[in-house]
């Protein structure tokens, strides 16, 4: 069945990086945007990033630009976040979803991971 | 960056009760709103996506409605089941904003 699972969280110190994984099976993945999403502890749900089918195409929120890369493999079904320079204000989960397109130009994410727990703390 | 102001913040609700969520954005998106249900521990799940299109297999009691600023998600009548938080988020320009989340708890 179409599934994405992520893998790679963990506790990391301020400063430190983080690279994420996400393993994308069910559907023919260089087809997809696919994009990864965080919810820090207790609170919504914030957009961090997404990568076009050929990974042409990429686009950061102010909060990680410089700091992550999003990156794919699409020969291995994989999509990627290497994660520099974090801050504490990073500690979330991580999901990464397929975004999918309806229409002309109308987008949303119709499968989830279940996500990867990442804790920045000293 | 466009903002999304949901209201109310949390809601209790009984079962069978009808019940309305409102988004707000700070500019106009025309229909390019998506609507998500989350549940605690687990990830979110579209419902409504184009403002008032039913995702597939979300039960017809979910609906959508609204264009330009404002968007309603409306449960028609409560199941156990919908007891969750749901978040609005527009898709018209990066960054794809959400909304701050409506915590839906059982009265």
């Known amino acids: 069945q179409v599934q994405l699972v992520e893998s790679g969280g963990g506790l990391v110190k301020p400063g430190g990086s983080l690279r994420l994984s996400c393993a994308a099976s069910g559907f023919t993945f260089s087809d997809y945007y696919v994009t990864w999403i965080r919810q820090a502890p207790g609170k919504g749900l914030e957009w961090v990033s997404y990568i076009s089918g050929s990974g042409m195409n990429i686009y950061y929120a102010d909060s990680v630009r410089g700091r992550f890369t999003i990156s794919r493999d699409n020969a291995k079904n994989s999509l990627y976040l290497q994660m520099n320079s974090l801050r504490a204000e990073d500690t979330a989960v991580y999901y990464c979803a397929r975004v999918f397109r309806s229409g002309i130009d109308y987008y949303y994410m119709d499968v989830w991971g279940k996500g990867t727990t990442v804790t920045v703390s000293s | ?107």
């Open chain 2, 1 to 107: 960056d466009i903002q999304m102001t949901q209201s109310p913040s949390s809601l209790s609700a009984s079962v069978g009760d009808r019940v309305t969520i409102t988004c707000r954005a700070s500019q106009s998106i025309s229909s390019y709103l998506n609507w998500y249900q989350q549940k605690p521990g687990k990830a979110p799940k579209v419902l409504i996506y184009a403002a008032s299109s039913l995702q597939s297999g979300v039960p017809s009691r979910f609906s959508g409605s609204g264009s330009g600023t404002d968007f309603t998600l409306t449960l028609s009548s409560l199941q156990p089941e919908d007891f969750a938080t749901y978040y609005c988020q527009q898709s018209i320009t990066t960054p794809y904003t959400f909304g701050q989340g409506t915590k839906l708890e059982i009265k």
